[in-house]
């Protein structure tokens, strides 16, 4: 008994270390910023924000139609620039850059990526009343939370989840993942109050985000709201790759 008791210490101890490391590096397990961005400084805005210079890369368009497009963790938002400008010729487009992507300044974080979301949307506002919003992967919770606070046109969420917070407790089950987390990205929590007609595109293989949890956020939108479709043939990362990825949300926004 008496040697079991120095072992077990050693395990606490181990666990306990885990648990801190967890908690000290969680953002650099969350964010995985990417160099690049427009090369044309004419295709780029710089928005000033508490703390952060974001940078966005645009296409001017007049008129009250607008695009906002919040990516993933892992995303250069730049790339979806030409494809953009292809399947909404009627649309000025933004894509932002979080903080410490491209050449923004600042760390991101939830709350900063809200807030950050929230001043784009209004700036873009002024010029541009319609605002359809789409949210990819970990922009999708970004998206929910601007939609449910600000006034949408349309919603487009890709690979969405319900809760960051449950994903994160399913890939580290050993670990209180929900007192550890700063970030969560509740979308569940937010998609009650939002009324805008919602798309929700799902990969029909994807490897990072459950159906299951796909199939929480849908269900928790009013009756009416949100629509499902299952992209064929896809995985998380290549469900962009697909001809029904942007006719679909082609179709989403111009009401079809």
């Not at 933004?94 to 809200?114: C, I």
């Not at 007192?179 to 009324?195: C, M, V, Y």
């Not at 009756?223 to 942007?246: D, F, K, M, Q, W």
Request: with cysteine; net charge positive; glycine share 8%.
């Amino acid at each position: 008994m008496k040697s079991a008791i120095p072992f077990l210490s050693i395990v606490l101890v181990l666990y306990l270390g885990a648990c801190i490391a967890l908690y000290v590096f969680q953002r650099s397990m969350i964010y995985f910023p990417q160099p690049g961005g427009a090369a044309d400084p004419a295709a780029r805005m710089v928005l000033q924000v508490p703390g952060a210079d974001l940078h966005v890369t645009v296409r001017p368009h007049p008129g009250p139609k607008a695009i906002l497009y919040f990516g993933g963790n892992a995303e250069d938002v730049a790339a979806n620039l030409p494809s953009f400008i292809r399947a909404f010729p009627e649309h000025a487009i933004y894509l932002m850059h979080y903080r410490g992507y491209g050449a923004s300044t600042g760390k991101p974080t939830e709350a900063f990526l809200h807030a950050d979301a929230r001043a784009l949307f209004d700036k873009v506002q002024r010029d541009h009343p319609e605002i359809a919003v789409i949210g990819r992967s970990l922009g999708s919770g970004v998206a929910v939370r601007l939609a449910s606070e600000r006034l949408v046109a349309k919603l487009v969420l890709v690979t969405p989840y319900d809760s960051f917070a449950a994903i994160a407790a399913k890939h580290y089950p050993m670990f209180p993942v929900r007192w550890l987390l700063a970030d969560k990205f509740e979308s569940i929590a937010h998609a009650p109050s939002i009324k805008t007609p919602t798309l929700i595109l799902q990969a029909e293989r994807d490897e990072v985000i459950p159906g299951a949890s796909t199939a929480r956020l849908n269900a928790a939108f009013a009756s009416g709201v949100a629509s499902l479709v299952v992209v064929p043939g896809t995985s998380h990362n290549t469900i962009g790759e697909s001809p029904r990825y942007l006719e679909a949300i082609r179709k989403a926004i111009a009401g079809q």
